[in-house]
């Protein structure tokens, strides 16, 4: 039961344009949703995270959206800079955002210069 | 920032030998403590959790026996492979619930292990 999903395997963008990556979820105890990036061989490393009372979180470049009738999140990635390419990785949390993650199967990000 | 070390990075042994992976937390405490693992090109699946002081709780299809967890302190905590066959084969990542924050969790570099 892949409860995450991230049905986009890779996506490509230009250098400057927006990045849109998306993911959905089925269990509705989620109450936390965080966004990892991760290069191969390494750990992942935290970029946002959005409370599910919430429907967006903006950091800098990065916002995270939610539509929890929906039980779809997005994060956006605006401008893209080929130092974003990687894999990236949502995850769900039903215990606040340092309970056990449960990860989605990744979207590899390729940002052409 | 917060810093996970985890070591080795890379291990290759011999079927039926033991692997011990350690996971370190340098500059906070962790109560909690969660293992991962990637098979190539697969997500990262949650193996188990385990609280300082207190025996690990395994994911479904996670062999207690063969995967060791010894969460030692509040800093510490250990993934020993047991027999390793090269169905083992994968990518461990450790994780750590800082005891100071419930932001994030952060997580170690990985330790890829390859099983002859």
């Known amino acids: 039961d892949q409860q995450v999903k991230q049905n986009s395997p890779s996506l490509s963008v230009q250098e400057g344009r927006i990045s849109i990556l998306n993911c959905d979820y089925t269990n509705s105890m989620f109450d936390y949703f965080l966004w990892y990036k991760k290069y191969p061989a390494e750990g992942p490393t935290f970029l946002i995270s959005?409370?599910?009372?919430?429907d967006k979180n903006e950091d800098g470049r990065f916002t995270v959206f939610l539509n929890k009738s929906a039980k779809h999140l997005s994060l956006h990635i605006v401008p893209s800079q080929p130092g974003d390419s990687a894999v990236y990785f949502c995850?769900?949390?039903?215990?606040?955002?340092?309970?056990?993650?449960?990860f989605g199967t990744g979207t590899l990000l390729a940002v052409q210069p | 920032g917060a810093v996970v070390s985890q070591h080795p990075s890379r291990v290759i042994c011999k079927s039926g030998t033991s692997v011990k992976i350690e996971c370190r937390s340098l500059?906070?405490?962790?109560?909690?403590m969660f293992w991962y693992r990637q098979f190539p090109k697969k997500s990262l699946m949650l193996m188990a959790t385990?609280?300082?002081?207190?025996?690990?709780?395994?994911e479904q299809g996670v062999e207690k026996d063969k995967f060791l967890i010894n969460h030692a302190s509040l800093t510490l905590s250990t993934l020993t492979v047991t027999s390793a066959h090269p169905e083992d084969s994968s990518f461990y990542i450790c994780?750590?619930?800082?005891?100071?924050?419930?932001?994030?969790?952060?997580f170690g570099s990985g330790t890829q292990l390859s099983v002859l």
């Open positions: 385990s609280n300082e002081g207190s025996k690990a709780t395994y």
């Open positions: 994780s750590f619930a800082p005891a100071s924050t419930n932001e994030k969790l952060f």
């Open positions: 959005i409370s599910s009372i919430k």
């Open positions: 500059d906070f405490q962790a109560t909690t």
């Open positions: 995850a769900g949390s039903g215990g606040g955002a340092t309970n056990k993650l449960i």
